[in-house]
């Protein structure tokens, strides 16, 4: 399958089931608090599709625009309701009913998450080893004195076991502290402890990646620049590199390592390159041309060849991480509600001005990360379809009028004021809410193209 394809229909399956099961944590409890749902729409505008079906005939429909839907409930306030049905309006639903039903789209995807995270846990999923790779000159990290091949056990005491936990517990921990210690062994079993400082992660309003701000990079062993399988069809095969060849320059720019190598080719996407090679100890030189591939929005280079095995390449980088049911449900519990908080504050730093506006991010944006973490399995597709899910359960919380967050708003104003707002005042609300609503999209959508075009 082509890569534009397979990136649209992993966006859309994510979309899809979350789209579903926000709606229908609005329907289940719409049912039941006792109000008739006359509509259930996937998607807005023309309807692609329909059928009625169920005790109260609702009409069940996908729409032509996926981004979003709606559940529709009999309501005096859209339209004339016979006197025997008045009772299962939603305005006629006490305060306490009516802010269950709205509530339950959020908590519905927050649930999602949960259960996503529970499986993966509990199926287990191979994980990259926390790892240090060697930091770049004058980065926080070669301040701390972290060096190639140190492996993290635990920050500020808080064990690690994956690159993600790293990851994850130095972002949450740079939102509001100055520095963490990290505790550290190396090849030889001898523990250290490195203080790193964490302000440079937040520089740039946290656009970009904060790690690589930091100086935390993977594990890189140094390889020699031997070329080792050679896939068929390949730039490198036309270019007539063979397995056994040892790679010692390009464009007459010495190789001492694979990764040297790796880097000069990904910035050479569809031009010439002249690489010297040493065959059977006689010198080579051929003209490779990288093929051009995409890689998070940005064009690289490819040849097809991968390096020779080494020694210094057995050293295992991955641990398969598997939890019981319940360590696993707990482990859900808490990397859903982390990450809500996460949202939260980083949503109210960017109302601050401490996080830049464009780590908004569109359709577009959403649609190359969903393909990207389908390639890389069915583990990582999960926890993005549920770190999505997330996020959308904390963006429909908002108090944004026309959000279900606005909504809870209007139950809690009526419960001060002991009557509803006037219909007047809900319409200037919605209107406002719109407006918001439209310059967020038009900030993620613009942001979506800077990234495609800026690569």
């Given at each position: 399958?082509?890569?534009?394809?397979?990136?649209?229909?992993?966006?859309?399956?994510?979309?899809?089931?979350?789209?579903?099961?926000?709606?229908?944590?609005?329907?289940?409890?719409?049912?039941?608090?006792?109000?008739?749902?006359l509509r259930f729409s996937v998607g807005f505008g023309r309807t692609l599709w329909q059928c009625r079906f169920g005790r109260d005939g609702t009409e069940w429909a996908v729409s032509i625009f996926p981004l979003g839907g709606y559940v529709k409930m009999l309501d005096e306030r859209e339209a004339e309701v016979a006197p025997e049905e008045r009772h299962r309006a939603f305005n006629r639903q006490s305060v306490g009913k009516r802010s269950l039903i709205v509530a339950a789209g959020p908590v519905a995807n927050f649930l999602l998450a949960i259960v996503l995270y529970w499986a993966v846990f509990m199926v287990g999923s191979n994980e990259l080893l926390p790892i240090l790779g060697t930091p770049p000159a004058a980065s926080p990290a070669a301040s701390a004195g972290i060096v190639n091949g140190?492996?993290?056990?635990?920050?500020?005491?808080?064990?690690?076991?994956?690159?993600?936990?790293?990851?994850?517990?130095?972002?949450?921990?740079?939102?509001?502290?100055?520095?963490?210690?990290?505790?550290?062994?190396?090849?030889?079993?001898?523990?250290?402890?490195?203080?790193?400082?964490?302000?440079?992660?937040?520089?740039?309003?946290?656009?970009?990646?904060?790690?690589?701000?930091?100086?935390?990079?993977?594990?890189?062993?140094?390889?020699?620049?031997?070329?080792?399988?050679?896939?068929?069809?390949?730039?490198?095969?036309?270019?007539?590199?063979?397995?056994?060849?040892?790679?010692?320059?390009?464009?007459?720019?010495?190789?001492?390592?694979?990764?040297?190598?790796?880097?000069?080719?990904?910035?050479?996407?569809?031009?010439?390159?002249?690489?010297?090679?040493?065959?059977?100890?006689?010198?080579?030189?051929?003209?490779?041309?990288?093929?051009?591939?995409?890689?998070?929005?940005?064009?690289?280079?490819?040849?097809?060849?991968?390096?020779?095995?080494?020694?210094?390449?057995?050293?295992?980088?991955?641990?398969?991480?598997?939890?019981?049911?319940?360590?696993?449900?707990?482990?859900?519990?808490?990397?859903?509600?982390?990450?809500?908080?996460?949202?939260?504050?980083?949503?109210?730093?960017?109302?601050?001005?401490?996080?830049?506006?464009?780590?908004?991010?569109?359709?577009?944006?959403?649609?190359?990360?969903?393909?990207?973490?389908?390639?890389?399995?069915?583990?990582?597709?999960?926890?993005?379809?549920?770190?999505?899910?997330?996020?959308?359960?904390?963006?429909?919380?908002?108090?944004?009028?026309?959000?279900?967050?606005?909504?809870?708003?209007?139950?809690?104003?009526?419960?001060?004021?002991?009557?509803?707002?006037?219909?007047?005042?809900?319409?200037?609300?919605?209107?406002?809410?719109?407006?918001?609503?439209?310059?967020?999209?038009?900030?993620?959508?613009?942001?979506?193209?800077?990234?495609?075009?800026?690569?």
């Amino acid at each position: 399958m082509s890569e534009l394809p397979f990136y649209l229909l992993a966006f859309v399956v994510v979309l899809g089931v979350l789209i579903v099961v926000h709606e229908f944590g609005h329907y289940l409890a719409a049912r039941y608090c006792g109000v008739r749902v006359l509509r259930f729409s996937v998607g807005f505008g023309r309807t692609l599709w329909q059928c009625r079906f169920g005790r109260d005939g609702t009409e069940w429909a996908v729409s032509i625009f996926p981004l979003g839907g709606y559940v529709k409930m009999l309501d005096e306030r859209e339209a004339e309701v016979a006197p025997e049905e008045r009772h299962r309006a939603f305005n006629r639903q006490s305060v306490g009913k009516r802010s269950l039903i709205v509530a339950a789209g959020p908590v519905a995807n927050f649930l999602l998450a949960i259960v996503l995270y529970w499986a993966v846990f509990m199926v287990g999923s191979n994980e990259l080893l926390p790892i240090l790779g060697t930091p770049p000159a004058a980065s926080p990290a070669a301040s701390a004195g972290i060096v190639n091949g140190e492996q993290v056990r635990a920050v500020d005491g808080q064990p690690v076991a994956t690159w993600n936990d790293l990851r994850w517990t130095l972002l949450h921990k740079a939102v509001d502290q100055e520095a963490a210690t990290l505790e550290v062994i190396n090849e030889q079993s001898e523990v250290a402890f490195r203080r790193l400082a964490l302000q440079a992660a937040g520089e740039q309003g946290w656009e970009g990646d904060a790690l690589e701000r930091l100086g935390i990079r993977f594990f890189r062993p140094k390889l020699p620049p031997v070329v080792g399988k050679v896939l068929a069809g390949s730039p490198g095969e036309v270019a007539g590199l063979r397995s056994g060849d040892e790679i010692v320059a390009v464009d007459g720019s010495e190789v001492v390592t694979w990764h040297d190598f790796v880097l000069k080719v990904r910035d050479a996407a569809e031009r010439t390159l002249r690489v010297e090679l040493l065959r059977d100890g006689r010198p080579v030189a051929v003209d490779v041309v990288p093929e051009a591939i995409s890689e998070r929005g940005r064009r690289i280079g490819r040849v097809g060849v991968a390096v020779a095995e080494s020694p210094d390449a057995v050293r295992e980088v991955r641990v398969f991480v598997r939890y019981g049911f319940f360590a696993a449900g707990g482990k859900a519990l808490a990397e859903t509600w982390d990450k809500s908080i996460f949202s939260l504050v980083m949503l109210g730093k960017m109302l601050t001005g401490e996080v830049s506006w464009r780590n908004l991010s569109g359709p577009v944006t959403i649609a190359d990360y969903a393909g990207q973490s389908a390639r890389l399995g069915i583990d990582y597709y999960l926890k993005f379809m549920a770190l999505v899910s997330i996020s959308l359960g904390v963006l429909n919380l908002l108090p944004i009028p026309v959000l279900d967050g606005g909504h809870l708003m209007y139950h809690m104003i009526e419960v001060v004021r002991r009557r509803p707002l006037s219909e007047r005042a809900m319409e200037i609300a919605q209107q406002v809410g719109l407006s918001i609503l439209f310059v967020l999209m038009a900030f993620a959508f613009f942001n979506d193209m800077n990234r495609l075009f800026s690569g």
